[in-house]
C-alpha cells in the first residue's frame, strides 16, 4: 500500500475485497455479475419495516414490564442466509417463486391486529406491490393469514448463489473481536466497531452510488441490496409471528429488528419445548436474539 494512503482508508476492514476476492460466490468456477443492468422493479420494491405496538385494548401492557430484543449481526446473518441472483435478472412474467428476484403481487389487507403486518406499516400506494423473493416466500407461507401470493410479473435470474464464504470469514473476525471487547482488552471494542463498519458498508455498497449509477464502484447489485433488505425483515418477523402464535408475542415492533415483549413472556417462552427462537445473550450467534444494548447501537447493520 502505498504512502499516500490515508490513514483510515489504512484501517478500514475491506469486507467488500473479501466478497469481490478470496470469498465470491463462485457458479460453475465464474464471479457473480457484479455490474449488471437493474430493472426499474427494483427501484419500486416494498422492503418491510414497521413502527408499531399492539392496541391497548386489545392487550394492556405496561412499558416498565417489558425488555427489548434485537438480533444479533442482523445484516450478516441476512447475508448468510438469503439466495442472491448470481447473474443479471431477466423479465419472466407471471412466474413461481423458485428463483431470486422481484415478484410483483397482490398487496392484501393485514386482518391480525395483534402482530404487525409482514409487510410493514408504511402505507400501501396500490393494490399490488413489488417484493423480493424472501417476502413473496414469506407471505405464501402463511396461507392462514395470507390469501395467497399470486405473480402477476417477475423480474428474476435462474441462477443463484449464497455468500456463506464470505460471511464466514467475516464472523471469523467478527466473534474474536467481541470476545475482547466483552473481557475488556484495551482497543478491542475499536477493533469490532471497524468489522462492524466494514461488513454494513459493504451492504450499504452493494446499493451502488445513489447519485451517480455510473460511478466506477467494483460492485453494483441494488438487487442484493434489496435481498438482504428483505432477508433481515423476514427473518425478523417470522420470530415475532411464531412467538405470537404460542401467545407471546411481541408488544411492540421497531426499527426492522427491534421486538419489545413483556418480561413475563419472555421467560414462558424459554420455558417452551421448542421456543419460537433462539436467545443468544452473548450477541455471537447469527440471526438470534439478544437483549439490545443501547450502547452498541444494534447492528442496523451488524
Known amino acids: ?19 469481490t476476492g478470496p470469498c465470491a460466490p463462485k457458479v460453475k468456477g465464474r464471479v ?19 413502527s408499531w405496538e399492539v392496541p391497548q ?9 417489558t425488555i427489548t430484543l434485537d438480533v444479533n449481526a442482523a445484516y450478516l446473518a441476512a447475508c448468510s442466509s438469503a439466495v442472491f441472483a448470481h447473474g443479471q435478472l431477466v423479465h419472466d412474467g407471471p412466474a ?18 395483534g402482530i404487525v403486518s409482514p409487510l410493514g406499516t408504511r402505507p400501501l400506494r396500490s393494490d399490488r406491490v413489488w417484493v423480493m423473493q424472501p417476502t413473496a416466500k414469506l407471505l405464501a407461507g402463511i396461507p392462514d393469514y395470507w390469501p395467497g401470493v399470486t405473480v402477476y410479473d417477475a423480474w428474476t435470474c435462474p441462477v443463484s448463489c449464497r455468500l456463506r464464504k464470505w460471511t464466514e470469514a467475516v464472523q471469523a473476525d467478527r466473534i474474536p473481536a467481541r470476545r475482547a471487547t466483552v473481557a475488556g482488552v484495551p482497543g478491542a471494542a ?13 451492504v450499504e455498497m452493494m446499493a451502488g452510488p445513489a447519485a451517480d449509477a455510473k460511478a466506477k464502484a467494483e460492485i453494483r ?11 433481515h425483515a423476514a427473518s ?20 426492522v429488528d427491534e421486538l419489545e415483549f413483556l418480561t413475563s ?20 450467534s447469527l440471526g438470534a436474539l439478544g437483549v439490545k444494548d443501547d450502547q452498541d447501537d444494534q447492528e442496523q447493520g451488524e
Open 265 to 284: 413472556d419472555i421467560e414462558a417462552i424459554m420455558q417452551l419445548p421448542r421456543p419460537p427462537f433462539r436467545f443468544d445473550p452473548t450477541g455471537e
Open 190 to 202: 475499536a477493533e469490532y466497531k471497524r468489522i462492524k463498519d466494514g461488513y454494513s458498508a459493504a
Open 57 to 65: 385494548t386489545l392487550r394492556p401492557w405496561d412499558p416498565a414490564d
Open 32 to 50: 457473480p455479475f457484479w455490474r449488471p443492468v437493474t430493472p426499474k422493479a427494483i427501484a419500486e420494491v416494498r422492503l418491510p419495516q414497521w
Open 221 to 231: 447489485r441494488p438487487d442484493w441490496y434489496a435481498t438482504v433488505h428483505a432477508q
Open 1 to 19: 500500500m502505498s504512502d499516500t494512503t490515508t490513514a483510515p482508508e489504512r484501517d478500514w476492514y475491506r469486507a467488500l475485497d473479501m466478497l
Open 236 to 255: 425478523t418477523w417470522r420470530k415475532a409471528f411464531t412467538a405470537w402464535l404460542t401467545g407471546h408475542g411481541p408488544v411492540r415492533m421497531g426499527a
Open 96 to 113: 413461481d417463486l423458485s428463483a431470486p428476484g422481484a415478484y410483483l403481487i397482490d398487496a392484501h389487507h393485514w386482518n391480525e391486529p
